[in-house]
């Protein structure tokens, strides 16, 4: 089940219990054992597979994540209760992991987000109670916490930690120079634009996500292994692609605000339709806030509050 991918570089492909289907976990070879990059949900398909591996022989040596969502934190408490594995975080992600703790205990299950969303247009969504997984994948601290531009070890060999904020607000990459190999979590997918997630008034994730997309731009990496999905064979080609994918998503966005203003939750049904899942909808509905609250940024988009709620108008 472990695939090489490097001399040193094996990867784990664990299920989600959502989208994508799978979270690419790795395992980097070193003298003491594994290195293990993001670990997979808490979930009981996602621990069977790790028990496989371990009971073939596998010693993990350590856990590092990109970011504290559930699919790549998940596990992390896991391994730190039933094997003594230690855990390394960026200590961004610790108060991320923090302050999602707290949300728990004051509204067990609730989306932290709801407010905003609604002020977003969208609807009030109701108390989600099939969140166990991810109540259960916060609970631990970690051994060990970094800061950007540390270097760490993954195996034998010490990796830069490049903050890359955006698709969450913790979200690191690992680079290692010599072997030109870059662990880009969910900052950059093969096959799809990842999400940029807007949590609050305030907040420009697109302008963080592209900035930190500028300086992987710096990075000479020749093997770039994302969170999810098939590894990227050519770094500047894949992003060139994204941004004239962005390019487009913007105009259509512009497009979509019609003349007595538009908040951004009818803007992303006359982007993305009205016939997707309810997980789908969530995704489009957060990543067209990101993306009016970025052209607002920029000036070519208005905001205006009418009735609690925020509405977008062309500014031409
Ligand atoms: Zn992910």
């Given at each position: ?214 300086k992987l731009m710096q990075c000479q990496a020749k093997y770039v292994l994302p969170g999810h999905g098939e590894p990227i064979p050519d770094l500047m080609a894949r992003i060139e692609l994204m941004m004239s ?33 309810q997980e789908r909808a969530g995704s489009a509905f957060y990543q067209t806030i990101t993306n009016l609250t970025y052209l607002e940024s920029l000036g070519q988009v208005k905001i205006a509050e009418k009735e ?9």
């Open positions: 089940m472990m695939q090489k991918i490097l001399d040193d570089v094996f990867l784990l492909t664990v299920p989600i219990p959502y989208d994508f289907g799978n979270v690419n976990c790795y395992l980097i070879k070193g003298k003491r054992g594994y290195t293990v990059v993001d670990t997979g949900d808490y979930t009981e398909e996602a621990i069977a597979v790790w028990q496989k591996v371990i009971s073939e022989g596998l010693v993990v040596e350590k856990v590092v994540v990109t970011h504290a969502h559930t699919d790549h934190i998940g596990l992390a408490g896991w391994f730190q209760q039933q094997f003594n594995v230690p855990v390394w975080m960026a200590a961004k992600s610790y108060a991320e992991l923090n302050k999602i703790r707290a949300q728990f205990i004051n509204e067990k299950y609730f989306n932290p987000h709801a407010l905003f969303l609604v002020r977003h247009g969208g609807p009030l969504f109701r108390k989600q109670d099939n969140r166990f997984h991810q109540y259960k994948s916060y609970q631990f601290d970690p051994d060990m916490v970094f800061d950007e531009n540390e270097e760490i070890p993954l195996g034998d060999y010490s990796y830069n930690t490049i903050w890359t904020p955006g698709h969450s607000p913790d979200h690191f990459s690992f680079f290692n120079e010599k072997n030109q190999v870059l662990f880009v979590g969910d900052h950059i997918l093969n096959s799809i634009n990842p999400i940029v997630i807007c949590n609050g008034e305030g907040d420009n994730p697109l302008k963080d996500y592209l900035q930190a997309l500028e994918h962005y390019q487009k998503r913007w105009n259509q966005t512009y497009d979509a605000i019609n003349e007595q203003g538009s908040t951004a939750f009818e803007v992303s049904q006359q982007v993305y339709g009205r016939n997707l899942s609690g709620k925020i509405y977008f108008y062309q500014n031409s």
